[in-house]
Each structure stands twice: as C-alpha cells, then as structure tokens.
C-alpha cells in the first residue's frame, strides 16, 4: 500500500491525505436519506464504535464482578476493576505503540509528521514523552476512570440511580448504546472548550498539549483535573436510566479511543491492500494548531463556531486570518 495513492508530502515532509475531512450527513440540507442511511451504517455503527460497544458487553459478561455484590464497597472488587482496566489500557494502548513506534511496522507510511517523538525531551517529565505519557495516564488517567466506575457500579447495585434492563424496555436499552458515541462527542466539545479557556489551559491542558508530535499514550495522557471533566460524560448514567453495559459503553469508549486517536497515522496498514482507518487527521490538526478541531466531526460544532479546519489550504489560510485578526483586536485593546 504506498501512501502516495492517497496523500502527499509537503517540503517539511509532512503527510496529509487528498481527502478533505468533511462533517457526517447528519446535520446537512436539503437531508439526503440515502446518504445518512449509508454513514449511519458503515461510519457509524460499524467503525470503531461497534468495537467499543461489543468489548463493553464482553468485559461486563467475562471480567466484572457480579453487581449484587458491588453494593458493598470492596478492596477486593474495586482493586479487581482497577485492575482491569489497567489491563485493557495496556493491551490496547501498547498494542498500537509497539506496532507503530517501537517496531515501525510501517516506517512513516501515513504519518503526518515524519518525525519520530524524541529519546529525550526539557518539556515532559522524566525527558520523556512516552515516559511523561505513561505517567499521567496510569497515574491519573486510570484512578479516575476506575473511580467513576465504581461509583457507578455501587449506586447501580444499591438502587440509588435509576436502572434500565434489556428485557422491559429492549428498544430504549439498544438506543442508549447508539446514542452514546453522540453524547460522548457533545460532552467532549463543551470540555474541550472549556479547558482551553487561557486560566485553564496554562495550569491543565498544557500536560496534554506537550504532545505535539503525538503518539497512542498521549491520548490519554492529561492533567488529573482533565481526567476528572474528561469522564465525567458519565454523569449521564447517573440520571438517565441505563444498564452497567451503557456505563461501560461509556467509560470504554472514553478511555480507550483516544489511542487510535493519537496514533499520528493516519492509516494503520496490515497487508499489501489493507489497512485500518484511524480518522485522527482533524484531531492531529488540533494538536498542531491548538485552536482548530475541538469536536471529532459527528456533530458539526466546529463549523458553527468558527473553528473548522478541512486539511486543505484554504481552510489554512482561514485560520491563520483569524489569528491575525484576533491579534489585531487585542492590540486595539492595549492601545
């Protein structure tokens, strides 16, 4: 697979693929029927969202512990989840990190940057990246997560949140688990907006920003009051009437899409003609910019606020005039 056929390299190297990124057909007019029915299909359900949704099923048959007996805390099944989870961040998150930066399985084929994250770094703790990475992910990162489980889990198991079983209301229980890829999205906008307020940005989201050139352990690599706004997309469940399933829809899919997220390639190649999608172009566009890509483009929230940015040159040159523009006015205002 050469990436030539679908990209190109600029002067510095860079890749970017001829593909502009564009919005779901979900907010569009006039509405296209035939258009939303074949995204809902294939971009929505049966892309990385089905497989989120699938390992949550599996995870709560095979590796959570019965809920009658999480209605008392525990070290026992609190540190069985911790656990847990540490197990699914490892497999998942080390499993893109040793094929596409320790083995270099595909060199740089698809990688934006063609520079590999440096052996030793003044901005990252220990001179690290993936060190600094490791650190706040399996140090912040996975606490909170497990935390909010718990939590979940024991007012689930104590009747104190309302509940929602697959046999009395099956059509609510299958529409709960389709919508949270798009609860998820909206939630992490308006976070993501508010974390880059200038006060917030400077003492929190800069330890996830250090990752320009990022990699799969940044994705979920941030400061703990990040993680805290970050899964707080649970709160839902704790007012709407949801399965443990729903909840570890949830948690799963916040914890564990940032990896294809960060990878930094765009696709993930494992034979001559095939290869994985990781639609990460917007949100690598994000780390390199800072202020375009908030959302991750089910939803077109960028667009309505101004912050849209396609891949292509135009969209460049818009956004650097809306710099320009915006340090023009803070000049008039200090004069």
């Known amino acids: ?17 001829f593909q502009k990124i564009a919005y779901a057909p979900l907010f569009v007019w006039p509405f296209k029927p035939a258009a939303f029915l074949k995204w809902v299909i294939r971009g929505y ?38 656990f847990r989870n540490a197990a699914l961040m490892i497999i998942w998150f080390g499993g893109f990190h040793v094929r596409l930066y320790v083995k270099r399985s595909q060199g740089n ?24 990475n490791l650190f706040w992910c ?26 929602l079983d697959f046999e009395t209301n099956p059509f609510a229980f299958v529409s709960l688990m389709l919508l949270i890829p798009l609860f998820r999205e909206f939630h992490f906008y308006c976070i993501h907006r508010l974390i880059h307020w200038p006060p917030l940005y400077r003492t929190v989201h800069k330890v996830h920003h250090a990752n320009v050139n990022p990699g799969p352990w940044s994705g979920l690599s941030m400061h703990p009051v990040e993680h805290l706004l970050y899964f707080s997309s649970i709160f839902v469940h704790w007012i709407v009437p949801s399965h443990p399933i729903h909840a570890l829809n949830q948690l799963i899919h916040a914890g564990l899409s940032p990896g294809p997220d960060h990878t930094g390639f765009d696709k993930i190649v494992y034979s001559e003609t095939g ?7 917007a949100h690598y566009l994000h780390h390199k910019h800072f202020q ?14 101004g912050t849209f940015h396609d891949g292509t040159d135009k969209a460049e040159k818009a956004m650097n005039e809306r710099h320009r523009n915006r340090a023009a006015r803070r000049t008039e205002k200090r004069a």
Not at 109 to 132: A, C, E, I, M, V
Not at 138 to 158: D, H, K, Q, R
Request: charged fraction near 15%; aromatic fraction near 22%.
């Open 138 to 163: 399996f140090c912040s990162g996975l606490p909170i997560w497990t935390a909010y489980e718990v939590a979940t889990f024991w007012m689930m198991a104590n009747g104190y949140i309302p509940y």
């Open 292 to 305: 375009v890509n908030y959302s991750d483009g089910i939803i077109p929230l960028d667009k309505w606020f």
């Open 1 to 17: 697979m050469d990436e030539t056929d679908f990209g190109s390299r600029d002067r510095r190297g860079h890749w970017k693929p």
């Open 45 to 82: 359900i049966f892309s990385w969202n089905l497989l989120y949704a699938a390992l949550a099923v599996m995870v709560w048959m095979f590796f959570t512990p019965p809920i009658e007996s999480m209605s008392t805390l525990s070290v026992e099944w609190v540190a069985f989840i911790f």
């Open 275 to 281: 290869s994985l999608e990781t639609h990460c172009f």
């Open 109 to 132: 084929q698809f990688k934006y940057n063609p520079r590999w994250q440096s052996g030793k770094s003044d901005f990252h703790l220990f001179g690290s990246q993936t060190y600094d």
